[in-house]
Antibody, heavy 124, light 106 residues
Framework: EVQLVESGGGLVKPGESLRLSCAASGFTFSRDWMSWVRQAPGKGLEWVGRIKSKADGGAADYAAPVKGRFTISRDESKNTLYLQMNSLESEDTAVYYC???????????????WGLGTLVTVSS | DVQMTQSPSTLSASVGDRVTITCRASHSISSWLAWYQQKPGEAPKLLIYKASTLESGVPSRFSGSGSGTEFTLTISSLQPEDFATYYCQQYYSYRDFGQGTKLEIK
């Protein structure tokens, strides 16, 4: 069974940093692109960024609101995805979901499955 | 960015109704569109990808159509478990979500 389990959320002050982790199991982690998606309380889904597989170059791309502050990385030896968040702002308060972009016939881009999410609260 | 706009934002319907949710893209995304269902307190669940391909295990009352800039999600006969919020998502250029459509019981 494909499973994604996020951890590392919590309460931080504006300007502080936090690193989220996502432990993956049940699939070949190294092969798939991975994304982070967030959801502010009572709001819709917002894509944060994604990282390609190493076979596809391993580059990461980010949404405009987090570019320059957030960094996505992956450790194939631990089957783990990371989201390093720096210079956190109150607007970053959200549940952060880890999700996989499965490949079918060489195409990907949709998200399946999703982890249960981890809550990040930025408040003084 | 590709702007994704869903309509309506809220939809009231009854069990057994046929309902349609529309998603419009700010420019053509071919068929690179997915639909998700999210219930309160839960993670989103994939329903459809590539505009019309039903994810394995998703009931056949769900269907998707469209290409280019206009897409629809149709539920042919609403069941009690279908009352939830639905999101479209493009993956033609990076990834963007629509703002969501909340499907409520009438």
């Amino acid at each position: 069974e494909v499973q994604l389990v996020e951890s590392g959320g919590g309460l931080v002050k504006p300007g502080e940093s936090l690193r989220l982790s996502c432990a993956a199991s049940g699939f070949t982690f190294s092969r798939d692109w991975m994304s982070w998606v967030r959801q502010a309380p009572g709001k819709g889904l917002e894509w944060v960024g994604r990282i390609k597989s190493k076979a596809d170059g391993g580059a990461a791309d980010y949404a405009a609101p987090v570019k320059g502050r957030f960094t996505i990385s992956r450790d194939e030896s631990k089957n783990t995805l990371y989201l390093q968040m720096n210079s956190l702002e109150s607007e970053d308060t959200a549940v952060y979901y880890c999700t996989r972009e499965p490949q079918i016939s060489g195409w990907n881009g949709w998200f399946d499955p999703w982890g249960l999410g981890t809550l990040v609260t930025v408040s003084s | 960015d590709v702007q994704m706009t869903q309509s309506p934002s809220t939809l009231s319907a009854s069990v057994g109704d046929r309902v349609t949710i529309t998603c419009r893209a700010s420019h053509s995304i071919s068929s690179w569109l997915a639909w998700y269902q999210q219930k309160p307190g839960e993670a989103p669940k994939l329903l459809i990808y590539k505009a019309s391909t039903l994810e394995s295990g998703v009931p056949s009352r769900f269907s998707g159509s469209g290409s280019g800039t206009e897409f629809t999600l149709t539920i042919s006969s609403l069941q009690p478990e279908d009352f939830a919020t639905y999101y479209c998502q493009q993956y033609y250029s990076y990834r963007d979500f629509g703002q969501g459509t909340k499907l409520e019981i009438k």
